[in-house]
């Protein structure tokens, strides 16, 4: 299902750069912005690049299963192994 939806002008102009960037249309560029800002407001404590490798990982279903209920962060396992964390630029945000 698709809806109209009015944006800035400022916030089209950057969408069609970046979709040109990233080989995506405009409404898929928007469309991104929408899935990693809500991933993002549900697991604050998950860096933006760790959730960029969930999606193309197709792992996203796993955390949407624990999405609807509280926040269980140990109800879902997750490798980190190959990141490296750094506690001062989580905590700067």
């Keep these: 299902m698709s809806i109209n939806v009015k944006l800035s002008e ?8 970046q979709a040109q960037i990233f080989n995506r249309t ?9 899935k990693i800002g ?6 604050p404590d998950l860096s933006f690049h760790y959730l960029i490798d969930l999606m193309h990982k197709n792992k ?3 955390l949407d299963l624990v999405a609807g209920e ?3 962060f140990n109800a879902v396992s997750l490798d980190t192994s190959q990141y490296k964390f ?8």
């Excluded at 916030?11 to 750069?17: D, M, S």
């Excluded at 405009?26 to 469309?31: A, E, F, L, S």
């Excluded at 809500?38 to 697991?43: K, P, T």
């Excluded at 750094?86 to 945000?93: F, G, K, L, P, T």
């Design 26 to 34: 405009i409404g898929g560029q928007v469309d991104f912005w929408a």
């Design 86 to 93: 750094d506690r001062d630029e989580v905590n700067a945000r």
């Design 60 to 62: 996203l279903n796993e």
């Design 70 to 72: 509280e926040k269980k």
């Design 38 to 43: 809500r991933l993002g407001e549900l697991y």
């Design 10 to 17: 400022k916030t089209v102009e950057i969408a069609k750069k």
